[in-house]
């Protein structure tokens, strides 16, 4: 059984179908990249997986737990974690601090919890400090970790929020566009990252990439949007000779 499985998913703003009838599976350690040109619905289908948006219909399941309507905090519980394309991290905080926080965010115990069990948090706070290090030795950022985040040139910006992802241990991370505005070799870097991530990590990973090149060196399998609806899935080679992806990407030129 697939570890994601997102069936018939149709998201409306308006009268505007930002998702029509949306399928997707992700099996557990799978690499899948979704692509698609501009405002084809690749952000939408990101954002209902992780619960910033619920689709009015279709079903959405991670290893059997419903993510339909689930909130972002459950998502994450569930082991679903998103790095953003806009950067989401505290530009006043250091790297350390942001990852201690999303961390900490995440495996928070309430204040009386935290007064009742002192032991147990305590214990919690020395476990999230091992796994936020182990990311930052991970990622390479050993150099940034006490630099502010907003002193940190783009590139390592968008390193920092895959790592910020990452400290939430997820089995499933969501990548949107994490090459986007990197030189080239920042990119290469990168894909170096992702693919280690799949590697030594086992976690399964769902891209969107608007660098057609990346996608088809390195992806299982490519999903393909266009007008918010599936018009193509397979491994690279498939896709890359399908008339209709052809199609939809004629003077569409992103790579
Ligand atoms: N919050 C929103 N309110 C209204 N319309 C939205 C909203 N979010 C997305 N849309 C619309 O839904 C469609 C799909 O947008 P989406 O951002 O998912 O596309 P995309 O494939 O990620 O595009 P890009 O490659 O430019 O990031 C677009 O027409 C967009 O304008």
Redesign the pocket.
Same mark, same amino acid.
């Given at each position: 059984m697939a570890q994601l499985a997102v069936e018939n998913v149709t998201l409306s703003?308006g009268g +505007?179908n930002?998702l029509s009838g949306v399928s997707l599976e992700v099996n557990s350690g799978e690499l899948v990249s979704v692509i =698609?040109p501009? =405002?084809? =619905?690749?952000?939408?289908l990101l954002n209902c997986i992780s619960g910033f948006y619920h689709p009015s219909r279709g079903r959405i399941e991670f290893e059997g737990h419903d993510l339909t309507h689930a909130s972002p905090h459950t998502v994450t519980h569930y082991g679903v974690a998103r790095a953003f394309q806009n950067i989401e991290l505290f530009t006043g905080l250091t790297v350390l601090e942001n990852l201690m926080l999303a961390r900490h965010t995440y495996t928070h115990y309430g204040l009386l919890a935290n007064l009742w069990f002192y032991g147990k948090a305590l214990k919690i706070a020395v476990e999230n400090r091992k796994v936020v290090e182990e990311v930052i030795d991970f990622m390479e950022l050993e150099a940034y970790r006490k630099a502010l985040v907003g002193d940190l040139p783009y590139g390592v910006r968008k390193r920092v929020e895959v790592a910020r992802a990452l400290s939430l241990s997820p089995k499933l991370l969501l990548l949107d566009e994490p090459m986007a505005g990197m030189t080239l070799e920042e990119k290469e870097d990168m894909v170096r990252f992702i693919l280690d991530i799949r590697a030594e990590r086992g976690t399964t990973i769902i891209l969107i990439e608007?660098d057609l090149g990346v996608v088809m060196d390195i992806s299982d399998r490519v999903y393909v +949007?266009d007008f =918010?609806q599936v018009i193509a899935v397979g491994t690279p080679e498939e896709v890359a000779q399908n008339p209709r992806v052809q199609e939809a990407y004629v003077g569409v030129e992103h790579a």
């Open positions: 703003f +505007l930002a =698609g501009n =405002g084809a =619905g690749k952000t939408s608007h +949007l =918010g």
